[in-house]
């Protein structure tokens, strides 16, 4: 079964700050990645997703994250981080197995932002 | 719009009852999903269906029961048997079929136990 892995538990930046979040795949062929944001008590929105194409994939909010395959990441970035960005990021990645599509998701990182 | 709707938003049980969570999705989507999250676990998955009258189970259904009736209801039964039930449940649906499809989400349920 494919996974994802998000190292960081937590991470805090100061407003105005960039952000990078860190997602590593573990799949030998080339994977569907995604990155899901959730906020406090809310359900999951979709920040972006990556199948095919151009490696550098632009998502919603400001948000972009780059495939690299040599390094097994589909890390997360952000250019310059708002208080209204803290909030729980989930790395996905969609499983196929028997037939079934899983998405299946990282333990997710926190984001806090300092003002 | 088209969304998911989760019912109710807070539950409480007690010990030895079941409780039903409601998942109605009105996105004409094929596939169903139930997820468990509890603080720094990420979400884990209960079961899922890909098609009326069939679902499977996922990586943690003990304890947990449910039906597939119609295409846009997905109840998800806790029971007696699920040991700690509390933490926050999340109903997601997709198009089905293709791993590169989005998943979306209902607002969540946070089931606690007193």
Request: hydrophobic fraction near 30%; charged fraction near 15%.
């Amino acid at each position: 079964a494919q996974s994802v892995t998000q190292p960081d538990i937590h991470i805090t930046v100061s407003e105005g700050a960039s952000l990078e979040l860190r997602c590593n795949y573990s799949y030998g062929a080339t994977p569907y990645l995604f990155w899901y944001v959730q906020s406090p008590g809310q359900g999951l929105q979709l920040l972006l997703k990556y199948f095919s194409g151009d490696t550098l994939v632009q998502g919603i909010k400001g948000f972009e994250a780059e495939f690299k395959r040599s390094q097994s990441s589909f890390n997360l970035r952000k250019p310059s981080v708002h208080w209204s960005d803290a909030a729980e990021y989930f790395c996905a990645v969609g499983d196929t197995t028997g037939g079934s599509y899983i998405p299946t998701f990282g333990r997710g990182t926190s984001l806090i932002v300092h003002p | 719009d088209g969304g998911i709707t989760q019912s109710p938003k807070y539950l409480f049980r007690k010990e030895g009852q079941n409780v039903t969570l409601s998942c109605e999705q009105n996105l004409n989507h094929d596939a169903m999903y139930w997820y468990r999250q509890d603080p720094g676990q990420g979400l884990r998955l209960i079961y899922y269906s890909q098609i009326v009258n069939d679902f499977q189970k996922g990586d943690i259904a003990e304890g947990y029961s449910v039906s597939r009736e119609k295409k846009e209801s997905f109840p998800l039964t806790v029971t007696s048997a699920q040991k700690n039930p509390t933490a926050f449940y999340l109903c997601a649906s997709s198009t089905g079929g293709a791993p590169y499809t989005e998943a979306f989400f209902g607002q969540g349920t946070r089931l606690t136990v007193v």
